[in-house]
């Protein structure tokens, strides 16, 4: 043993430290979490790699998603936004999704995992309410306790989500630490999690977090990226020229970028919020303007001041009120595979309208983000070039919320 | 005591356990978040803390998002943080405090990454012993793992309840100072009632390593110091020092004492 008489010495160890945590994007993602969660993450690595490999496993999680989610979720072409954009706009429904949002791809993936791993209590964070709505839908499904932790601010944005996660029989815990949105309802489900991993699952919401849930998340939305381009396959004969979806976290944007990450010649677009703009310190654009850093368990892009402090995000949408991103995003940027834009709220408030009027459909004001970057962009594209829109969720949560701040008049 | 105090510069935590060792006496580790209530309550604080027979002082660099943290040390890291309170600032304060014990510099990763690559540096040059990097188990990064394990700092490693035993060894051998032993699952705060029982995990320590093994996690009153300091070579305590010290530096000192007292008799 080395150091057995000097104790100072024996960090200068020569044995290499073996690198526990390969899950890395380029230099992003990684482990970086309390010891005692250690275990919990190998446990779940281990899980997930023989799960995927178990046909029951995936049988039972491809019914799930036909049967009670609701997939193949629709295509929809989108005549009247594509006459006003002049390219042709396809739209992947995941609004029609049960629940109404992407969020449940992950929560029944993550659910069923839970349960193979013999844990039958499941810790939630939630922004805008969807995830948690899904966390707590599917624990309600398999019989599992559901405790949900989401900021003071969040509950007052989303209170009819708060209701319908207690209909459900989830347990909401409001948070009142730091900024009570979404950063502070992670740390406080990390909390969570260091007491009671022992028989605790976290079904984490996004593409965040230590690794392996970066790629677990990733690979259970990634429905979304396989499905979306078999139906343009099918309905267009090619892929489209741009994918665009809104990233707070990614989700979303991971799912549907995933499936065409090897198809070249397909432009891959996230869009961050912009707040009240990018020079205003009030926004969640972190690969846009912020640097990399160390939050929540991983290493990704961070709105942090030059001290290493988390900077408070801004954006009227609460499921993009994050100052991190996935780490796979970070490097898809780095890599200069996928680009990074940004949208106001003002211009996603128009885009909230304009996709209602146009199409008679209303986005969750995060998927308003994604229609707003190529409304913001018309006339750029030639009118045979098609788009891929991700609508990451319905804006039925979001109408209260807006209808007090007279977008109509 | 009086062979530590005639020391002026701050002196290793291996001299200190040696010490300890040769009286047969267990290590008192007092955690304080810097610049909670006030920077210059933390100044007194870390001297009464010296006076009141603290073998080694943790001295907390506070961060935005404290995970591992329970209210009390996450509501310190706000206000210290409202106070204007960094990395730099911390080691400042440590300058004016002057103390001879060793101390170690407990932070998060994300403001060690942002003070730069000479941080280690500028800690060691203020008379810091070692450091504590909550966020960093073994092998979550081996490059950086390695920049702290040069910096010529002890790097004291953290072992939980869950920890495997084959993780064991590999965590002792990658750390120095000595070993911190979480006694019990979940964030720092205090707990009523007898702390769990480590014998067994101290026991396993004992077998892979001669670091010096200390318990912290829930431990606030003298009985319960008392107690974990027969099954180890020294306690930490946190946030009950914390919570007094937001009521008086005084009520922090006097806390320390009693616990030394307790531990001692």
Redesign the interface.
């Known amino acids: ?13 020569q ?7 390969p899950d890395r994007f380029g230099e992003f993602g ?11 993450l190998d446990q779940l690595t281990a899980a997930y790699a023989e799960a995927m490999e178990d046909p029951s496993f995936t049988s039972e999680l491809d019914e799930m998603l036909r049967d009670y989610v609701g997939r193949p979720s629709p295509l929809t072409f989108a005549p009247r936004l594509s006459e006003h954009v002049g390219a042709r706009v396809f739209l992947k429904r995941e609004d029609l999704n049960h629940t109404g949002a992407h969020k449940i791809n992950n929560a029944v993936g993550q659910a069923l995992l839970a349960r193979r791993m013999g844990k039958r209590r499941i810790i939630a964070e939630t922004g805008a309410g969807q995830h948690g709505v899904a966390t707590a839908t599917v624990c309600a499904r398999f019989g599992l306790e559901c405790v949900v932790y989401m900021g003071e601010e969040d509950m007052r944005r989303q209170e009819l989500n708060v209701f319908r996660m207690r209909l459900l029989g989830a347990t909401v815990v409001p948070v009142s ?2 900024t009570r949105t979404l ?2 309802a992670t ?1 406080e489900a ?2 969570d999690w ?5 028989d605790s699952h976290y079904i984490i919401g996004s593409v965040v977090g230590p690794a392996p849930y970066p790629r677990i998340v990733r690979d259970l939305q990634s429905v979304i990226g396989r499905e979306a381009r078999a139906q343009m396959l099918e309905r267009t004969g090619g892929l489209p020229k741009v994918v665009v979806a809104c990233v707070g976290g990614g989700s979303n944007a991971m799912g549907i970028f995933h499936a065409f990450v090897d198809d070249v010649g397909v432009e891959l677009v996230g869009v961050e919020a912009a707040g009240r703009g990018l020079d205003s310190m009030e926004h969640s654009a972190s690969l846009a303007r912020g640097s990399p ?5 991983s ?1 990704s892009y ?1 709105l ?1 001041d ?5 900077r408070p995000a801004h954006s009227v949408s609460a499921g993009l009120d994050y100052p991190g991103v996935g780490p796979e995003h970070a490097y898809l940027m780095e890599i200069h595979r996928a680009t990074y834009v940004s949208i106001s709220d003002s211009e996603a408030l128009r885009a909230f309208a304009l996709l209602s009027r146009l199409e008679g459909i209303i986005p969750a004001l995060e998927s308003a983000h994604a229609v707003a970057w190529i409304a913001e962009n018309r006339g750029r594209w030639s009118d045979s070039d098609s788009l891929l829109v991700c609508i990451s969720g319905r804006g039925d949560k979001d109408v209260a919320q807006v209808s007090d701040m007279d977008l109509l008049s | 005591m009086e062979s530590a105090s005639e020391i002026i510069s701050s002196e ?3 001299r200190r ?1 040696e010490a300890l060792r040769a009286e047969s006496r267990r290590a008192l580790v007092c955690y304080v978040t810097a610049g909670h209530p006030s920077p210059s309550a933390t100044v007194e604080l870390l001297q009464g803390l010296e006076g009141a027979g603290a073998d080694v002082i943790e001295l907390g660099v506070p ?9 009390v040390i ?1 509501a310190s890291s ?1 206000a210290a ?1 409202a106070n204007g309170v ?2 730099d600032s911390s080691l400042e304060l440590l300058g004016r405090a002057g103390v001879s014990v060793p101390v170690v510099l407990f932070t ?8 730069g690559p000479d941080a280690l540096g500028r800690a060691a040059a203020a008379g810091i012993a070692g450091i504590l990097v ?9 490059a950086r ?2 920049w ?3 910096s010529g700092l ?2 004291i490693r ?7 035993d084959d ?1 064991l ?10 070993v911190y032993l ?1 006694s019990r ?3 720092t705060g205090t707990r009523d009632g007898a702390p769990a029982d480590v014998g067994p995990m101290v026991r396993k320590l004992r077998s ?5 093994v200390c318990v912290g996690f829930g431990i606030s009153t003298p009985a319960q110091a008392r107690a974990v300091s027969k099954m180890a070579d020294g306690v930490v305590v946190g946030s009950a020092i914390v919570q007094a010290a937001g009521d008086s530096v005084e009520a922090a000192v006097n806390l320390v004492r009693s616990m030394r007292e307790a531990m001692d008799g």
């Not at chain 2, 909550?134 to 081996?142: E, F, H, R, V």
């Open positions: 043993m080395a150091g057995k008489k000097d104790a100072t010495a024996v960090a200068n160890s044995q290499p430290i073996a690198n526990s945590s990684g482990r970086y979490v309390p010891e005692t969660l250690i275990p919990a630490s730091g950063k502070d740390s990390i909390r260091v007491g009671s991993v022992n850093g160390v939050l929540h368990g290493l961070l942090q030059e001290h290493g402090q988390v | 290793s935590i291996a356990f961060f935005s998002d404290p995970v591992a943290d329970g209210p996450q706000a943080l960094t990395l998060y990763l994300n403001p060690l990454l942002a003070a909550t966020d960093l188990p073994l092998g979550a990064d081996p793992e390695a702290l394990a040069r002890d790097f953290l072992v939980a309840p869950t920890t495997p993780r060894a590999g965590i002792c051998e990658h750390g120095s100072g000595f979480i699952m979940g964030v892979v390593t001669d670091l010096p």
